[in-house]
């Protein structure tokens, strides 16, 4: 028995290379042991030229294929962008769909519908990282906020005990904002309204710059003043533990400048001081 096996692109039998005189053909190939040799046999040597030359007339003929194909590609080049574009937008649609469903999510209203607040107005608003948490097991609730901002006041400053949920309002806010810029739906009760807010001013964490030198409180400052001067009517302004990072009378100070500051631009803002003095402020 031959076992046939493609070598160089042709088709050859084993053979045991005492044996390989007992067929008589071309030589292809040897094992690493040199036991074996990789024969071709005589009889089958034409009608392996003829299935070569017909492989490489259609390798040709794909080429000139796929060379009209591009071509054609080429000049409808608009339409097959305009395509993947619609394409894009509703497999878009179709995730946010699925994904509302299972988070219990809707868009937010927006300025001018029926019944939209004048400003930004969260109703049972649930964190889509904790909602996920919940889907998994990893959490007992979700504890839904309620927030306004923007109708009768442009300033909001939330105070509470630490892990009282303070950072948690004022990251939802501002993920909800772009969720609603993105025309992605959020989790929360019927009845939200969010502004098409232009853009968003944050500084909320602790990230110490140790590349550019800066400490902790430098780095608050840099973001605070970057957001400062990005500040009005349309960027919605979200400052965390405003004021700490340094001495507390300093820090007050400070914070109450930021704060007098945000007023004057009429910048939609939401604080969470570190100062008590900074509640007073309010």
Known sequence: DFRVIRRG????VAVKAKSSGRVPGIV?????SEQTVFVEPQEVV????????????ARREVARLLLELSHVVREHAESFHRAADVLARLELAVIAADWA???????????????????LLLRAARHPLLVAQLEEGRLAE??????????????????????????????????FALLTRCGLPCPCAAGTTIPLYDGIAADIGDEQEIAQSLSTFSSHLARIRAGLEAANERVLCLFDELGGGTDPDEGAALGEAI???????????LVSPHMGRLKEFA
Do not use: W
């Not at 292809?28 to 690493?32: A, E, I, P």
């Not at 034409?46 to 492989?55: D, G, H, M, S, V």
């Not at 839904?144 to 009282?164: A, K, W």
């Open 9 to 12: 692109g042709r088709s050859t």
């Open 28 to 32: 292809h190939d040897r094992s690493q």
């Open 46 to 57: 034409e009608a392996q030229n003829r299935l070569a030359e017909c492989e490489s007339d």
């Open 101 to 119: 469903i299972a988070f219990d999510a809707r868009p937010p209203m927006l300025h001018g519908e029926p019944g939209a607040s004048r400003g």
């Open 142 to 175: 979700v504890v839904p906020v309620d927030l306004r901002l923007g109708d009768d006041f442009d300033l909001l400053i939330v105070t509470g005990p630490n892990t009282g949920g303070k950072t948690l309002a004022l990251k939802s806010a501002g993920l």
């Open 259 to 269: 704060l007098e500051e945000l007023l004057a631009k009429g910048a939609p803002a």
